[in-house]
């Protein structure tokens, strides 16, 4: 089965001060991907980052960051000096090989205020 | 459009009653998707479509809720005999096939 856990429900941050969010996932398969997505008070998700499960090299685009892990199945990301315009829904999310890449499994999401 | 687009945007109907859900997705993404969203929870995936046909629709509760993607590109996800438990905000994607899905801003659906 295919499960993505985001433990962390609620995280209230200072402005610029950095946070993590952190993702689990479980998956059988060995070639999937992972998301990040982002839901702002308007209510669109807005996709950050999609990376393939052969790629563990961390990624950063400007003040995001992210640190992918096989060994422990996680998928964690930084937002390094946050700003007010940060306060969203973040979720991380999950296409299986057996879906064909097709179906996204999201995790509960992260609410950063 | 540049996005995806939904209407409409609201919608409130009665126990009982049919509903149609449009999408438009970004002009030349084959795929489309449909997701179920509610409150305090991660999108849920209902269906997928790869051009005309629903290459996956096993996310489907039950069969009051259909789909369709006549010409490849306009969605409509039409849910008979509404039910309460159907109050939830109704998200499209599309995408090339394998690359990553744009979602449109949804349809908050409210069965009273």
């Known amino acids: 089965a295919q499960k993505v856990t985001q433990a962390q429900t609620e995280i209230s941050v200072v402005e610029k001060e950095d946070v993590t969010l952190d993702c689990v996932y479980e998956t059988r398969d060995t070639t999937y991907y992972l998301f990040w997505y982002k839901q702002p008070p308007s209510g669109e998700l807005v996709f950050l980052i999609r990376?393939?499960?052969?790629?563990?090299q961390n990624e950063i685009s400007g003040r995001y960051s992210w640190n992918f892990q096989k060994s422990t199945s996680s998928f964690n990301f930084t937002i390094t000096a946050s700003q007010v315009v940060d306060s969203a829904v973040y979720f991380c999310?999950?296409?299986?090989?057996?879906?064909?890449?097709?179906?996204?499994?999201f995790g509960t999401g992260t609410r950063l205020l | 459009g540049a996005g995806v687009s939904q209407t409409p945007s609201n919608k409130v109907t009665e126990k009982g009653k049919y509903v149609e859900l449009r999408c438009d997705p970004i002009s030349g993404h084959t795929a489309l998707y449909w997701y179920r969203q509610s409150l305090g929870q991660g999108p849920e995936f209902l269906i997928y479509?790869?051009?005309?046909?629903?290459?996956?629709d096993s996310g489907l509760p039950n069969d009051r809720f259909f789909a369709v993607r006549p010409e490849g590109s306009v969605s409509t996800l039409k849910i008979q005999r509404t039910e309460r438990g159907d109050s939830a905000v109704y998200l499209c994607?599309?995408?090339?096939?394998?690359?990553?899905?744009?979602f449109g801003p949804g349809t908050r659906l409210t069965v009273l």
């Open positions: 999310a999950l296409t299986p090989e057996n879906t064909g890449f097709q179906k996204l499994v």
């Open positions: 994607a599309s995408s090339f096939p394998g690359t990553a899905q744009f």
């Open positions: 479509f790869q051009g005309t046909g629903a290459a996956d």
């Open positions: 990376r393939n499960s052969f790629d563990e």
